[in-house]
């Protein structure tokens, strides 16, 4: 653990405040690896700290009472994890979990309330980014709802590539099953039609996006009016 370097500054929030404001926080944030797994959040627990992913992706999942898991959204350098902070409440119903590793700037929960103060240039932006927070998570919804696995896999599998910028990053069928709330069997049927239409390649773990507008092309509208959101607000 280190404390933050003001380069490179690759959240998207952080590098779009003025530098005054930034080199104003810059004392309280401390880089940290978050590792494939790594809870952040518990259900009803006190929220210690918030997290600006620099890489890698967090995952804001719902529990439920047979153990399994349903993904809300992701949370990746576009954004901030710990908005119930934001929004005056110290502690979510959901569990947060790191889905592809990478590292963070994080501020302690006590701090980010003292110093990111209302009307200032971050807690302005961070508005903003809950309301296509909130917006992703109602089109998630409509979309669990109306699409095939097959289409949710297409947009799941494009807002990672969005979020790691890179072509390949690690996952499992095993994870990504639990994210889009389905059977691994499902997920297997799934990756093998697009390996075979030479959208993906999926090895030990790892998967590499080989045709991006394949993929977008099979992927369901959900996709688009997501990130067309996230563009128009934080823009």
Known sequence: MSKACRHPIRNQLLSAIPKEEYDRLLPHL?????TSKKIIYTPIEPIK????P??????????????????????????????PI?????????QAIVQIPGDALRMKAAVFKREVTLGSPLH???LHYTLALINLISQSVACNRRHSIEER???????????????????????????????????????AILQKAGLIC??????????????????CECYRIVKEEFERLLS
């Not at 700290?49 to 600006?52: A, K, M, P, R, T």
């Open 54 to 83: 620099n890489s890698g992706i967090i995952s804001l999942v719902n529990l439920t009472e047979d153990g399994g898991t349903v993904e809300a959204a992701t949370v990746g350098n576009e954004g901030m994890a710990g908005i």
């Open 124 to 126: 302005n932006l961070l």
């Open 30 to 34: 401390e880089t940290i690896n978050l």
């Open 202 to 219: 999926y090895r030990r773990g790892k998967m590499t996006i080989l045709d991006r507008k394949g993929l977008e092309s099979v992927s």
């Open 49 to 52: 700290y918030v997290y600006f």
């Open 86 to 94: 934001l929004l005056g409440a110290d502690q979510t119903i959901g």
């Open 153 to 191: 896999c297409c947009r799941w599998l494009l807002m990672c590539q969005d979020r790691v910028q890179a072509n390949e990053f690690p996952l499992t069928q095993e994870f990504l099953s639990d994210m889009l709330g389905v059977r691994r069997s499902s997920v297997s049927v799934v990756a």
